[in-house]
């Protein structure tokens, strides 16, 4: 493994990033626009889930406790037809290697990949990772979460069994 690969060099390189700069970055719009293509090479707008809630989840494969909400987000999603999520790999990893590692970490949902030089225009880069926007059903973000997330606190959150 090299040193450009190693989980703590990109761990000390997030945490650099994210000290120095990306703080000067316009507020996010009431109801943001995400139009990315996923994994699979089809496309998730954020647009076409009005009337559901949306989780849009920020992870890393390094990110362990990403790993632990990754199947949390899954159950809500497969067990409550109103919600829809897309999980977002902030990761500047070779898209091999995330398709990897989502192969032996399945979820119900769609991801895409957002490297750290070319971040979503509408949402704001998270300050820390697991990372997560709430989206009503009427597109406006409800919540922003940093850290993780469980079936429990998104029930709590969305209102719902």
């Known amino acids: 493994m090299t040193l450009l690969h190693s989980t703590s060099f990109r761990s000390a390189v997030f945490g650099l990033a994210l000290a120095f700069g990306l703080a000067a970055q316009?507020?996010?719009?009431?109801?943001?626009?995400?139009?990315?293509?996923?994994l699979d090479?089809?496309?998730?707008?954020?647009?076409?889930?009005?009337?559901?809630?949306?989780?849009?989840?920020?992870?890393?494969?390094?990110?362990?406790?990403?790993?632990?909400?990754?199947?949390?987000?899954?159950r809500f999603v497969a067990s409550h037809k109103n919600v829809a999520a897309i999980g977002l790999a902030y990761d500047d990893s070779e898209l091999a290697?995330?398709?990897?590692?989502?192969?032996?970490?399945?979820?119900?949902?769609?991801?895409?990949?957002?490297?750290?030089?070319?971040?979503?225009?509408d949402f704001d880069e998270p300050r820390g990772l697991p990372t997560t926007y709430l989206i009503s059903?009427?597109?406006?973000?409800?919540?922003?979460?940093?850290?993780?997330?469980t079936e429990a606190s998104l029930a709590a959150l969305i209102g719902q069994p």
């Open 26 to 38: 316009a507020a996010m719009p009431e109801r943001p626009t995400l139009h990315v293509t996923t």
């Open 41 to 74: 090479d089809k496309t998730f707008d954020l647009s076409a889930q009005r009337g559901k809630w949306v989780i849009v989840n920020y992870w890393a494969t390094w990110c362990v406790p990403c790993i632990k909400e990754m199947p949390d987000i899954s």
């Open 97 to 121: 290697d995330i398709k990897a590692f989502i192969a032996k970490h399945p979820v119900v949902y769609p991801i895409a990949q957002v490297t750290l030089d070319k971040p979503l225009k």
């Open 137 to 149: 059903p009427d597109g406006k973000v409800a919540k922003h979460i940093v850290g993780p997330v």
